[in-house]
């Protein structure tokens, strides 16, 4: 049964997101104001794409405007939460590289019809997921090399290239970018049960073509995660992707 969209659910909804609100700043947490903007942001955002949607879906250059859109806000959104400086940008590849050829598998071997219906959900689960695993892996990669100057320093002391003493010391943080998609994926119906097996059930489907979707689903992104933080890595490590030291000026 779907939820109704009526006067209860907005209620619900604001009581929730309060809860949220008021235990983050009860327990010191310091995104009790994020929180809220997320929340409301949401639901703005969620209402105004819902609208969107119904009317790209039946005009295929209106339908590709709106994939490079979530395209550009997920590159805007892992660039700036990785550096301030102007590489960020640079998060543009590592989320090209692990949606563009998956969804292009998809379209070629006909599993994924070339439809709005079709083609936005599973292509914004993919980029969500090349979004999250692009921040984990370019943020803990940078803090690490932060952290562990000294080592970089002894690399290079040892002979070691400039990308080769930043792997040796970035690459076991980077993995840990991994990390969320392998635990979704080894407890998946035993401790969660993912929202494209549960939404397939809302919608009528048979429990065995719900877990086939959200089987599809869990290994695209494995896919997608492992080749994003494989590349977010690569441009730490050459030093495409960078933050300015304290007190540094820019120079990119």
């Known amino acids: 049964m779907l ?19 008021a235990l ?5 947490l310091g995104h009790a104001r994020a929180l809220a903007v997320a929340g409301l942001r949401a639901a703005a955002q969620l209402a105004a794409v819902s609208y969107l949607i119904g009317w790209v879906v039946h005009a295929l250059p209106w339908l ?20 301030q400086n102007r590489t960020w940008w640079w998060a543009a590849a590592p989320i090209a590289a692990g949606v563009v050829p998956v969804v292009a598998l998809l379209l070629l071997t006909g599993l ?8 936005i959900p599973v ?16 943020r803990r990669a940078l803090d690490e090399l932060e952290t562990r100057h000294g080592e970089f320093e002894a690399g290079l002391a040892l002979g070691l290239l400039d990308r080769e003493a930043r792997m040796e010391v970035a690459r076991p943080a980077a993995s840990d970018a991994l990390l969320p998609g392998l635990d979704q994926t080894r407890t998946v119906g035993l401790v ?3 929202g494209a097996f549960v939404g397939m059930l809302l919608g009528g489907a048979s429990p065995v073509q719900a877990g086939a979707v959200q089987l599809f689903v869990l290994v695209a992104l494995l896919a997608v995660q492992a080749a994003a933080c494989a590349v977010v890595l690569e ?9 300015v030291p304290s007190g540094a000026a820019e120079g990119e």
């Not at 590709?64 to 550096?83: D, E, H, K, P, S």
């Not at 994924?112 to 083609?119: D, E, F």
């Not at 997921?129 to 984990?136: D, F, H, I, K, S």
């Open 3 to 21: 939820l109704p969209v009526n006067a209860t659910l907005g209620v619900v909804l604001a009581v929730l997101l309060i809860a949220a609100v």
């Open 24 to 28: 983050a700043a009860a327990a010191r």
């Open 64 to 83: 590709l405007c709106f994939l490079l859109l979530m395209f550009t806000v997920a590159v805007r959104t892992a660039g700036r939460r990785i550096t």
């Open 112 to 119: 994924v019809p070339p439809r709005g219906l079709s083609l």
């Open 123 to 138: 292509t914004g689960i993919l980029i969500g997921g090349a979004l999250t695993a692009t921040v984990l892996g370019g």
């Open 192 to 194: 969660t049960l993912p």
């Open 235 to 243: 441009l730490v490590a050459r030093g495409r992707l960078h933050r």
